[in-house]
């Protein structure tokens, strides 16, 4: 076989295995939205067989094998210097890919498939019924199954540091330690000085609007941003999340809850950040592991950065609340966008991170990354963890959560085993004000553009800079490639205390 | 490994096999109800591989050491005379599927399926546009598929003989001749009976009908008839079907017209009917393959019971009419029961075999047992399909629909490349009048049972004597132990002659 041929034949291979983790996707897209209660236990069977034959896919020894003739090793992963770049960024990312899962035996991630789907099952129960112990045996079965798997893969200091960088690559707990500890600090200043001053009136949001018409506002709005539902569509399910089923089914969920309308639609605004980015990958990517987003952090700064950056921006309301008035025109009456604009950028410590403000959000990670890293480390136990939250809670924000249901209880990703996740949701706000600093440069105009409700030119900027490239650059060579920095918290600070001196006149 | 051992490891190498093949259900499902439109083609490949994984799971040489090991072979199927009674139904099962698979290479299998996701996808286009010449060359790709399936399979006379045999066991070309030869005689002749009568009044049913009420009221219907929805769900698709996708997840959709209230309703208890069987099946026969309806045609019969000799019954809408007339107030304002009743129960020639009325329905279903038969045979060639159907529509129900959309393009069946289908739903008709006339000694008042809402008998007794065998007993046994009788058509037409020689003074 020549060495074209023999790249042919990693991609075919490739592309059977990411057919069985889209069909995976399915499975898990439907236990999230429509699955009937009583499904939850052989649907955990069917995922485990299938995430099984799908690791036997990835690890496949030819795949090894064709790695091998073409001069890709764990060493030298993008293989033979005469390969053209895409095809060098193609065997590195697939050399990482199998190096990470050749690791893992196929009965470990049966097991773990198996676990996690009767996990998350465990999980809604727990929540719905503030019953943290109906989950505590789950997640100790979570931790357990990570605890393995940062072992098979291995690790320099601590078993976290192979957790995180399964979601960012070249991210370990020092790195991200050394980031989110001047974070923590500016952002607690900026939210006790934001105490000091008189709270906007946000009481309006807090009536019952009907969720129906929430969910059509929401696609209205999805469509105003460009969402083409011929490639995806929007459900409700009970944490929102966004899905890849393929390159032209890209699905969002979200939620809407009875009273606090807002909530609904950052959700939706939140998950069409990634939906974006997922529909927009280059198509000459084919359909290879080349087509993913670069890392979690760099896909939750599209999500964050949509949400938040133009979503809760005063322009952005400028276009859109006429819209909103016109479906909910009883309960806005009287109510100007300018306070409606405040209300909804209201910044005060909350328990529910999803449906924090941008000042405390990160906090809320924190927390998080903190509880995950001395779980890790053996000094927290699993049945401490209510306990542990409140605490840091306290030191963060200042609060203590009454019930489990909004504090250890709240987020998803601990029932799924997804720990080292969560710091990717504040890199995601670093990365994204960094981007938007250097899209600025280009579209100076930027505001203006999103106030005429015309954000084609800022998704096309996002496409051509960031999506364009999928997998093929690491997290920080990206960043670096496009905005000449390394990771800093400075543009992403110098953004939120710059808006929130304006709003609160600090 | 001694016998036990042997059976545990073929049920635990079945399950996987089955659970793959619900995997693949998901992905159908989907694809029918909430797949986004330019998402079918990377679904057909996604389908595609699976259908060639399970299939390569089912013929497993471990299957068929295992089976040889226990005795069976394709001469003595069950295996070993001293094996007890359940687990020799189990190898007999098991070896007719194995045998059925081994011949289909893997290829085969994957490229079937493959054509077949975008041959519906070209289906549903065809049809929403009435233009067959989209659906030809797929048509023609199924037809070919088809036909080398019955070689591989192999046939005595005709490879349709092949293709109904997957459906109906030791039913073949000529069997099924014998019995719809006269069944078709008798009831063109009650048809023809009927056109001399007065024509009820059915004109209140073509009025806009809300779909969401209409939804609403299905749901009703389906809690009323004991549908457990922490079983199961009912969603919308173009073409009702009923899906297993697990022992605790089974699916129906239906479709709801804007006018002719009545369609919707009895799409929705058809599938029900399906869903019962499927919901009721033993839990001793495990997660196996004899966890199954005995056949297409015996799941019919439970379908078609509930749709037609339930749910078109007096005292079913003497129960379930204020109800209907509660979600439709204004429609049906004036409109009695029994003009109602007489309504939903008008006989006379129509396009859509889905909408027939129970007199005409299985001339619908002679029309293609028919041009199936042709097609295979060799005497009618696809591109002639439009026009064939068309002139057998002529002949057996006397008229001819002007568009395809209302001829050769309203089942989804070929599109799938289901051929040989067909005849089991009039064999249902059959068979389900059979074991009703079983029934009825059972349960003397099974009128009254109807006429209070009180349907837990019925399906109690559907379950005790059907459901509970699951695939045990072939077709033809289970009819013979249950009712002493071989197949017959003459208590279904001793039913509908009398039911419609009331409802028209004949």
Known sequence: MDTKSKIEKLRALDREFRYLNKAIGVLQWDQETYLPESGVEERSEQLALLEGIAHEKQVDPQVAQLLNDLGSSSDNPQGDPKLDPLEQDYLRVLRRNYDKAVKLPVDFVSDAARAAGLSQAAWVKARQDNDFSVFLPHLSKMIDFARRRAAYWGYEKNPYDGLLDSFEPEMGTDAISAVFGPLGDRLSSLLQKIAARPRPDS???????????????????????????????????????????GSHDV???TRYLGRQVQSGIFSTIHELGHAFYELDLNPALG????????????????SRLWENVIGRSRPFWDYLYPSLVSHFPDHLKGISCETFYRAVNLAEPSFIRVEADEVSYSLHIIVRFQLERDLFQGSLRAEDLGQAWKDKMKQYLGIVPETDAQGVLQDIHWSMGAFGYFPSYALGNLYGLQFWAKMQEDLPKVQTLIGEGNFSPIRSWLRDHIAVHGARLPPQELLKSLTGQELSAEPFLSYIESKYSELYGL
């Open 251 to 253: 699905r969002i969920t």
């Open 287 to 302: 359909l290879t592991s080349l087509a993913e987003g670069a890392s979690m952090g760099i896909h939750e700064s599209q």
């Open 203 to 245: 009481s309006f949001l807090d009536r019952d609007f009907d969720t129906s018409t929430q969910a059509a506002f929401s696609r209205e709005i999805m469509g105003k941003l460009g969402f083409d539902f011929g490639r995806g569509r929007v459900d409700v399910s009970a944490h929102p999340f966004s899905t890849t089923l």
